[in-house]
């Protein structure tokens, strides 16, 4: 799964590294969570735009957002059947930028799980498998929201939990964009767990676990030794 996420690459970096025609401002975040406004690119007329959506989706038929479960992962294995997402995935795809990721693993002796922080090797930005939706919420009000497409875990990542967000190569970005009707089958092929010598993993301190912490220190390396861990739960 992917529950909480990085994004501290400048505007200008990103704008640069996606060859985007905008990028909105934005401050460095340390410690995102589901229900706060992300970056998101998509598609707009043949070239790529930045904006900002809910993490979170919402199906653009929903009636009572407030009913919904909190989408903010789409499993790969089933996310053109579930009603949740099929619509979505068949023509509002995008890329969702970000620094680095967390994960928990439980570990023995220890009251609470241990954070790991996962990012790419040569500290460019990673970039996640996306949804969108745009929502009528009253006759004024359209909501923006997103979802991370997960897969299987990669094997490093196998020993701290059993899935990851799906991250694209550089060369998958057009693919997954387009607004052509791409064949499912295409698309499907891209939704793999990424190369694990193209990433990078250290424990972090458990002062991620609360979202209101929001600093450069969550994504430094601690000591932590041999923790036995145990194997990761699927979510």
């Not at 070239?47 to 809910?54: T, V």
């Amino acid at each position: 799964m992917c529950g909480r996420f990085s994004l501290y690459h400048t505007p200008a970096v990103l704008q640069k590294w996606y060859q985007a025609i905008s990028m909105p401002d934005f401050e460095p975040h340390y410690n995102i969570a589901p229900t706060q406004q992300i970056v998101t690119i998509d598609n707009t007329d043949g070239e790529r735009k930045a904006s900002f959506k809910r993490w979170g989706l919402v199906p653009s038929w929903a009636k009572d957002v407030s009913s919904l479960p909190l989408l903010h992962n789409a499993r790969g294995e089933t996310v053109t059947d579930k009603p949740m997402f099929r619509q979505a995935f068949r023509r509002r795809r995008c890329l969702i930028p970000a620094s680095g990721f967390y994960e928990w693993k439980t570990v023995r002796d220890q009251k609470s799980k241990q954070p790991f922080y996962i990012s790419s090797s040569d500290g460019n930005p990673l970039t996640f498998a996306g949804l969108w939706e745009s929502t009528r919420i009253t006759d004024n009000e359209t909501l923006n929201t997103c979802t991370i497409i997960t897969t299987s875990a990669n094997d490093m990542l196998n020993p701290i939990h059993n899935r990851m967000p799906v991250i694209f190569e550089r060369e998958d970005w057009d693919t997954w964009l387009s607004i052509s009707s791409a064949e499912i089958e295409v698309l499907t092929r891209l939704i793999k767990p990424a190369d694990p010598d193209q990433m990078q993993v250290w424990g972090v301190s458990h002062a991620v676990n609360k979202v209101k912490s929001d600093q450069p220190e969550l994504v430094r390396p601690i000591a932590y030794g041999d923790m036995n861990m145990d194997k990761g739960e699927d979510a």
